[in-house]
């Protein structure tokens, strides 16, 4: 007879018992909906422009553009190319400054050196 014929479940826990919690003060990666958000809506008021003017030229909803805005939509490539395309910019104009973003927030951390891309390195 096993151990577990008194009826009750055995719980095996998926993470350490007393695993301590993670550090307050350790920041976040910023998430690339809430990055690209923030530029296309820094974008949008630098040129004083309201949300239906740009939603309207973008050919997209009000509502969406403010969701997209706001980081509580992702939106596709194509609503990014024709938010951008209605500010004046291109897509790449958008992706380059959500990186500069993303590196300006981005946790500092001490990361591991890289090899060039196409160059293998191999252990000493």
């Known amino acids: 007879m096993s151990s577990h014929a008194t009826g009750r479940a055995r719980v095996i826990p998926l993470?350490?018992?007393h695993a301590a919690p993670a550090p307050a003060a350790a920041a976040k990666e910023p998430l690339w909906r809430d990055v690209v958000g923030d530029v296309l809506?820094?974008?949008?008021?630098?040129?004083r422009r309201t949300l239906k003017d740009v939603a309207?030229?973008?050919?997209?909803?009000?509502?969406?553009?403010?969701?997209?805005?706001r980081g509580r939509k992702e939106a596709s490539s194509e609503v990014l190319a024709a938010a951008a395309r209605s500010l004046g910019l291109g897509l790449a104009d958008v992706l380059s400054l959500a990186q500069d973003e993303i590196a300006r927030r981005a946790p500092s951390r001490?990361?591991?050196?890289?090899?060039?891309?196409?160059?293998?390195?191999?252990a000493a």
């Not at 309207?56 to 805005?69: G, K, Q, V």
């Open 15 to 17: 993470r350490p018992v």
């Open 56 to 69: 309207e030229a973008a050919r997209i909803s009000m509502p969406y553009l403010s969701e997209i805005e």
């Open 41 to 47: 809506r820094r974008e949008r008021t630098a040129q």
């Open 110 to 122: 001490t990361a591991p050196a890289r090899a060039p891309m196409g160059e293998v390195r191999l």
